[in-house]
């Protein structure tokens, strides 16, 4: 209760932001600009996620891109974007993107962050205009300052992560983060150019009647999984698959729900990247009260080997994510 009161709903990310620093007595405020930083690539991308569909005809509109240039696919947009914004702030002093196979180096050897991320998530989605997402991943780095960043910044482990958090660009843009202390959502006002805070504690429900997967990959999914999701059509569950990481576990993430992504046979050690969708993800997930599995361990547990590593993922409420659990190992024993 004392926190709703502290942050109301209504006030600005960065007095939130400044308030939640001020709980801390020891921070020195770089982690709270490295969150504004990303806040404002996140209103960059949104103004580029809206103008997309104009894009074409944009001509028409008399805001050609003066240099005539070939427009760039939005994932290029907005990595490039987020780069700059992050190389502008200081705090971070290397990036791994989604969309790079290699550290990027800010020049900023001064930052005591690094930053993973996935700048767009679900990009094929955006030529039919469904809602995509950026998501990042924040860890404070383990090489001395001054030095150039190494992979070992990079791969220190789900649990590690100081900061974690999302951008949904959907029917209203949303910003999504957790700093290990609990979930808080903004919701952006674009005629204003902020962001609200409009959800202070976001927490999953317990358990959920919805379960998100792409079911075209059926006859490709191990038995167990079969047989859970065949479980939960006997219940009348609503499946819902939006195709788009972010906006199918927002909805589950105020709805309740499963998001799974198992091994198929084209991606058998699962689709999505564990440094920048599952660990983020899972961080969030738990935080909210809420449970993220690959079939073996906890996502957060899994030891990182590579930057684009694969991991499956099953994520969302607790009681869901328990009970494709229960019967993932019932059949590894009956194996
Ligand atoms: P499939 C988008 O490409 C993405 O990375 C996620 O946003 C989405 O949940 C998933 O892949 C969709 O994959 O194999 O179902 O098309």
Same mark, same amino acid.
């Given at each position: 209760q004392e926190n709703v009161l502290a942050n109301p709903v209504g006030t600005t990310l960065d007095r939130y932001i400044m308030r939640k620093q001020s709980e801390f007595p020891f921070a020195t405020g770089e982690l709270s600009q490295l969150l504004r930083d990303i806040a404002l690539a996140g209103k960059i991308i949104n103004r580029e996620v809206n103008r997309a569909g104009l894009i074409d005809i944009a001509g028409a509109f008399g805001n050609q891109n003066i240099q005539g240039e070939q427009q760039q696919k939005l994932d290029v947009v907005a990595n490039i974007r987020f780069i700059r914004a992050l190389k502008n702030g200081g705090q971070a002093c290397a990036i791994l993107s989604e969309e790079e196979d290699d550290i990027i180096y800010t020049g900023n050897d001064q930052g005591k962050y690094v930053v993973a991320m996935d700048p767009l998530d679900g990009s094929s989605n955006i030529d039919v205009n469904v809602s995509i997402g950026t998501i990042f991943s924040i860890y404070r780095r383990v090489t001395p300052v001054g030095t150039q960043a190494t992979r070992e910044d990079f791969l220190q482990g789900g649990r590690k992560q100081v900061a974690a958090g999302y951008v949904l660009y959907g029917s209203s843009t949303m910003l999504v983060y957790t700093t290990g202390h609990g979930v808080a959502g903004f919701t952006y006002e674009n005629s204003l150019g902020e962001f609200f805070l409009s959800h202070p504690e976001i927490r999953i429900p317990q358990d959920g009647a919805t379960f998100s997967c792409n079911e075209g990959y059926w006859y490709q999914y191990p038995e167990s999984i079969r047989a859970y999701l065949t479980t939960c059509k006997q219940r009348g569950y609503s499946g819902r698959y939006i195709g788009s990481l972010v906006a199918d576990f927002h909805r589950n993430l105020f709805k309740g729900g499963i998001y799974l992504y198992p091994p198929t046979e084209k991606t058998p050690e699962g689709? #999505?990247? #564990?440094?920048?969708e599952c660990y983020p993800l899972a961080l969030l997930i738990e935080q909210a009260g809420g449970q993220a599995q690959s079939g073996h361990e906890a996502i957060l547990d899994i030891e990182p080997v590579y930057f684009h590593q694969r991991c499956p993922i099953y994520v969302g409420s607790t009681d869901m994510v328990k009970e494709v659990l229960s019967l993932a190992n019932a059949a590894h024993e009956a194996a």
């Open positions: 689709k #999505l990247r #564990l440094l920048y």
